[in-house]
């Protein structure tokens, strides 16, 4: 097997075992057990279970920058593209693929390693909604990032909390939607500035 599809296939298995067991219960073993392969072999790509886990949440923090920027470039409608925002959120929360488990909940959060990787996936959104404040309005660029910052955390706690507190009884499009409506109430008191 090509060594980048059997990386991937690592990771799966890797992510199945993490999401299953956590960080501290997940053996080496267990993981390569899953995935089919021998110790050595997991070691070839893997020097250690931390650099395992690390792969994995980059590859989370990846992907949620990714979604975030995919919604807030669908639509130059700003009411629209909070609701996309937002809707990255429980989105990527909701998905069967446990990603969100590596970035929200990973039991590692005292880690220096992991907390470089989770305050650079919120800075990377945080960043990339302040440039559409601050292009959309007169919002200075650092005002623009504490507001951006600001509905970072609206969408990440809110997210978290309908996904992990049974807090699920809620519809999945009325969550999101409720959540949207919060923070365009707030972000639409900065009008926008009509540009020449």
Excluded at 20 to 27: C, D, M, N, P, W
Excluded at 96 to 108: H, N
């Amino acid at each position: 097997m090509p060594r980048d599809q059997r990386r991937a296939q690592l990771l799966d298995a890797a992510g199945d075992v993490f999401t299953t067991k956590g960080y501290h219960s997940a053996a080496m073993d267990d993981i390569a057990d899953a995935a089919g392969v021998s110790k050595p072999v997991l070691y070839q790509h893997f020097p250690s279970k931390l650099d395992l886990y690390l792969a994995l949440l980059d590859n989370s923090c990846d992907r949620l920058v990714e979604i975030v920027e995919q919604a807030l470039d669908s639509t130059e409608d700003n009411a629209d593209r909070v609701v996309a925002t937002m809707g990255a959120f429980y989105e990527f929360v909701s998905s069967s693929s446990g990603q969100f488990r590596f970035v929200f909940e990973s039991d590692l959060t005292g880690d220096g390693q992991v907390q470089q990787r989770l305050w650079r996936v919120n800075n990377e959104i945080a960043d990339a909604i302040a440039e559409v404040i601050s292009d959309d309005t007169s919002v200075p660029p650092d005002q623009a990032k504490l507001l951006a910052i600001s509905m970072v955390g609206i969408a990440q706690v809110s997210a978290r909390y309908w996904v992990s507190s049974g807090a699920q009884r809620i519809p999945l499009d009325e969550a999101k939607q409720l959540v949207s409506s919060l923070a365009w109430r707030g972000i639409r008191g900065f009008p926008r500035t009509e540009h020449d």
